[in-house]
């Protein structure tokens, strides 16, 4: 198939790919922990300053928070793309599990993949925007730009994006475009790239067990733990509360989870159908770093359960005494849990919070308090949608068949394009990285070659391929 952008173009990105590598470099040596604020604000100016030196118009928006900044290319062309961007991070975690500094962007040799740049954000998600930046800057050089750009990076997506939101629920009159576009490095490691069609919601919570009047225990401080014999632990509360939500199996147990859960259609099945011919478990488990799957069942099955399926997890819990040494014997007076839950389509934020609120309260639980941050429910595009077929066309233009998937089982806020602005989007790239959220995340050096290259073959097949709606 031939490419879909001029070959001047593949030929300058070429040869100028030492300067997007460090251009990606730079971006990820600047610190932008979302979850803590450092180097954020600092984040945000770096990310507008490198959009206005491709010629957008910049500004950045936040109510509270962190800053989206947004950046708008007009070119005169006859269609407009939403580039959906994300400058924030996760915290780096464990140091000592670092086989580098987080944000020194050092290259090393990874195993099994070759030369990557190891740091925070590589693969998650500012590696990407940075060779976003670089492609559109380099094609206006050598050509044309063939697309309009409406550029939305935010920094919170790694803390439920309530300013990205915000920002699309309130202007969505300056945000008349044609599609969205998502990308990240999709490659797994036998090189296969996917192209994602939906997404699954997210509740984050945190659940609180104190001690109070009504359940018992400790009210202002922890107390000695000889004292458990006669008063009630506020962590086992908790524990007990929270092993509820879900079966021997770990699925979803909370009453009337499963009444919000759509069915696959028709289209679906015969897309998981085709997908399950392609899929490695072994491969999946291998990038992940995991031994097994919880479920014993063939790929197909697995597939479906993974899309759509909704799951209860415990991303972290937290009380009394956890130092590595020594010993201190106490009751604490509270525990708390983060607690994420993944929403397919058809469930709603209100009514999976409000069954769960019913659910601890039938079991006793009621004086547990839950905080909600900034959640969002699941967002879907149609495979037949023109901006679907112009990612398939240019992942295939570099010679890679794409794995469609109709959905990830991660989440970002892709249902504001579905519910506030009502335009098809598409997440893939062509690409490598790995270990997002974790220690060593990394992005491989040849796989950000084949993004950039990629990326240019989107914009391009994205302006050839959509037809304007009939008047």
């Known amino acids: 198939m031939d490419r879909p952008a001029p070959a001047s173009v593949y030929r300058a990105l070429e040869s100028r790919f030492p300067q997007a590598l460090e251009s990606a470099r730079a971006l990820l040596r600047q610190p932008s922990v979302s979850a803590t604020g450092e180097g954020v604000a600092d984040c945000a100016e770096m990310v507008r300053h490198m959009m206005t030196e491709i010629g957008c118009k910049t500004r950045t928006w936040k109510k509270g928070g962190h800053p989206l900044v947004v950046g708008e290319l007009d070119v005169g062309a006859s269609v407009t793309l939403i580039e959906y961007e994300m400058y924030d991070v996760q915290p780096v975690g464990d140091l000592d599990a670092w086989r580098v500094p987080p944000f020194a962007a050092e290259i090393r040799e990874v195993p099994g993949v070759g030369r990557a740049i190891v740091a925070r954000g590589s693969t998650n998600s500012k590696g990407a925007l940075a060779n976003h930046l670089f492609t559109w800057k380099t094609i206006q050089d050598v050509d044309e730009m063939p697309v309009n750009l409406k550029i939305l990076a935010e920094g919170e997506e790694e803390i439920s994006s309530a300013n990205f939101i915000e920002f699309i629920r309130t202007h969505r009159g300056e945000l008349k475009a044609d599609g969205a576009i998502a990308n990240d490095y999709s490659e797994d490691l036998r090189g296969v790239p996917t192209v994602y069609l939906g997404v699954k919601g997210c509740l984050y919570l945190t ?26 632990s506020p962590v086992w509360r908790l524990l007990k509360a929270l092993d509820t939500l879900v079966d021997d199996n770990q699925r979803p147990a909370i009453d009337g989870i499963w009444d919000g859960v759509r069915k696959p259609t028709k289209q679906e099945i015969v897309m998981v159908n085709r997908l399950a011919k392609k899929f490695d478990p072994s491969a999946w488990l291998r990038e992940g770093r995991v031994a097994k799957f919880k479920y014993d069942l063939p790929k197909r099955e697995l597939l479906l359960r993974y899309l759509y399926e909704p799951t209860v997890n415990i991303c972290g819990i937290h009380s009394g005494y956890v130092d590595h040494g020594g010993t201190k014997t106490v009751l604490p007076h509270e525990a708390y849990a983060k607690v994420d839950i993944r929403l397919v389509k058809d469930m709603t934020v209100e009514g999976t919070l409000r069954k769960l609120r019913a659910h601890l309260e039938k079991r006793g639980f009621g004086d547990l308090r839950i905080e909600v941050h900034g959640p969002y429910g699941p967002a879907k595009t149609d495979p037949d949608s023109w901006i679907a077929r112009s990612a398939i066309e240019a992942v295939q233009a570099h010679g890679k068949e794409p794995e469609v998937w109709p959905s990830s089982g991660g989440t970002m806020p892709a249902f504001a394009f579905d519910e506030y602005l009502h335009l098809p989007w598409v997440a893939t790239g062509l ?34 391929r959509h037809r304007p709606k009939a008047m």
């Open 207 to 232: 659940i609180w067990s104190r001690g109070n009047r009504t359940a018992g225990g400790p009210m202002e401080s922890e107390i000695h733990s000889s004292d458990a014999v006669w008063i009630t």
């Open 431 to 464: 690409g490598h990285g790995a270990h997002a959220h974790a220690p060593n995340e990394y992005a491989s050096i040849d796989g950000m070659r084949r993004f950039i290259a990629g990326e240019a073959s989107l914009v391009y097949a994205a302006a050839r």
